[in-house]
């Protein structure tokens, strides 16, 4: 949740079901009254679940919303998730709950003028990799003083990497 200092309402993003995982959205002038949230709209279409949402505005920006969600894709028992790490252990996890042994996830990118449409690039921003354990993302926007960009800090839980930039382009680029 946050104040949108552009629309001059707070706004706040959360998960909800609806043929799997998404993301739905309500703003507020008044914190203490929220009209019924929707779901948001993507381009160029659904890409997949979206766990997790981490959006808020750009930080020299504010009128851009920017989110990385983490996908959550679970291709069940095959041939390659057999052959991922930990394999026994993960049999042992699917016991409870299948997911828990054969689902993972990865860093998507999407951004939005509105707050409400947002287009998502198909393609994993960050990959889960082979990593055994902590390979769950956070981010936060850093802005470099003097500079004409911001950064992206993507956190892999005790692993820090500058992983991208953006760089503003005049009208017409």
């Keep these: 949740m946050f104040r949108d200092s552009v629309k001059q309402v707070y706004r706040e993003y959360h998960r909800d079901f609806r043929n799997g995982r998404g993301i739905r959205t309500s703003s507020t002038t008044d914190f203490m009254k929220w009209p019924k949230s929707r779901f948001l ?13 981490q959006i808020s505005p750009c930080y020299r920006a504010p009128h851009i919303y920017l989110g990385f969600p983490k996908r959550y894709i679970d291709r069940g ?4 998730t057999r052959r991922l790490p930990n394999f026994e252990w993960r049999q042992l996890r699917g016991l409870v709950s299948t997911r828990e042994g054969t689902a993972l996830t990865e ?12 287009h998502v690039w ?5 990959r889960p990799g082979l990593r055994r354990k902590d390979n769950w993302f956070l981010w936060r926007q ?31 680029q």
């Excluded at 160029?44 to 949402?53: A, F, I």
């Excluded at 028992?77 to 390659?80: A, G, K, M, Q």
């Excluded at 003083?145 to 503003?168: M, P």
């Design 77 to 80: 028992w095959t041939e390659s």
């Design 107 to 118: 860093g998507m990118f999407m951004n939005s003028c509105h707050g409400e449409n947002f």
């Design 122 to 126: 198909p393609e994993a921003f960050i």
């Design 142 to 172: 850093l802005s470099e003083s003097g500079s004409d960009r911001d950064s992206f800090v993507v956190y892999r839980r005790r692993t820090r990497t500058l992983d991208v930039g953006y760089r503003k382009r005049p009208a017409g």
């Design 41 to 53: 709209e993507y381009e160029p279409g659904r890409v997949s679940q979206l766990y997790t949402n």
